[in-house]
């Protein structure tokens, strides 16, 4: 989960919830959007928040990440299985260890110092590069969940808008000689 700014999305309700995907990896992405996930005070707000990855990892009985991601100050990444914290990493940019001065490191040797940074590590896990990972929240698969207000709708409005997102266009089936 992450901060994220408003776009193109509109979103009626008080407080929403961004679905977004990446298929080819089976990474889904949840974020909060409403006036306290919004800019830098966002990423303080999600640094603190954790219950939902907490509650997830438990109910799926699978690691669920949190990740802050704050281009100017740093980022950070959590791992959550059966409910309980199971790992972490943070960097803040000012402290990192470089291995020389930044402006005598090129393009190449930042990015490579960057993937062992906690965006880059999850990534990897992922099987995405750092800025694939990085570009997930403008994705074009992604929904807006209204969760209150008029806007939230019906129940099986957000099933069927979810499950269109989760698991695309019907496939139709293979036919075989056996009928």
């Known amino acids: 989960m992450a901060r994220e700014a408003l776009s193109t999305d509109s979103v009626p309700a008080a407080t929403a919830l961004r679905v977004t995907i990446n298929r ?7 974020a909060f959007l409403g006036p306290f ?7 303080h707000w999600y640094a603190a ?3 939902l990855a907490r509650l997830l990892s438990a ?5 669920v990440h949190a990740y802050v991601y704050d281009a100017d100050e740093g980022e950070e990444v959590i791992a959550y299985g059966n409910g309980r914290r199971v790992g972490g990493e943070k960097v803040v940019y000012e402290d990192a260890e470089l291995p020389c001065p930044l402006e005598e490191l090129d393009d190449e040797a930042f990015a490579r110092l960057q993937s062992r940074w906690p965006m880059g590590h999850l990534a990897y896990v992922y099987g995405l590069t750092r800025d694939e990972l990085l570009r997930i929240p403008r994705a074009p698969l992604a929904r807006v969940l209204p969760l209150e207000g008029t806007a939230a709708g019906s129940e099986a409005d957000a099933m069927a808008s979810l499950e269109a ?3 695309g266009p019907a496939q139709p089936r293979a036919e075989t000689d056996a009928g």
Request: hydrophobic fraction near 45%; proline fraction near 0%.
């Open 165 to 167: 997102l989760l698991l």
């Open 24 to 30: 080819r990896r089976k990474v889904v992405r949840l």
């Open 49 to 51: 928040h954790h219950a």
């Open 59 to 63: 109910a799926a009985n699978a690691t």
């Open 37 to 43: 996930s919004q800019g830098r005070q966002g990423a």
